[in-house]
Nanobody
Framework: QVQLAESGGGLVQPGGSLRLSCAAS?????IGWFRQFPGKEREGVSC????????YVADSVQGRFTISRDNAKNTVYLQMNSLKTEDTAVYYC????????????????WGQGTQVTVSS
């Protein structure tokens, strides 16, 4: 069973950047980033495959968010640039031994979440 720990959230002004980290206790998993707005369901943001390192980014953040992986550290990063107020949410990372999917129920393990607030 893999354990995940997110870090890097915080308060940033519109147009600013943040880098989230997801440290996994072991390798061999696809890692996804999701976010949840108050009163809304969790939605997929980005994912990196466990097989070939392919990456996927949701249309809503395309061109602004980038996912990457440091295999030596078992850590996945979400670089968030040009942040907007509507990016304010709790961000979660998740792991699965399967394929990258936007469906929340396809993911087996979750971190505790980190708050990202974009505000002036």
């Amino acid at each position: 069973q893999v354990q995940l720990a997110e870090s890097g959230g915080g308060l940033v002004q519109p147009g600013g950047s943040l880098r989230l980290s997801c440290a996994a206790s072991q390798s061999g998993y696809a890692i996804g980033w999701f976010r949840q707005f108050p009163g809304k369901e969790r939605e997929g943001v980005s994912c990196i495959s466990r097989f070939d390192g392919s990456t996927y980014v949701a249309d809503s953040v395309q061109g602004r968010f980038t996912i990457s992986r440091d295999n030596a550290k078992n850590t996945v990063y979400l670089q968030m640039n040009s942040l907007k107020t509507e990016d304010t949410a709790v961000y979660y990372c998740a792991a699965t031994e399967g394929l990258c999917k936007w469906v929340v129920t396809a993911w087996d393990y979750w971190g505790q979440g980190t708050q990202v607030t974009v505000s002036s």
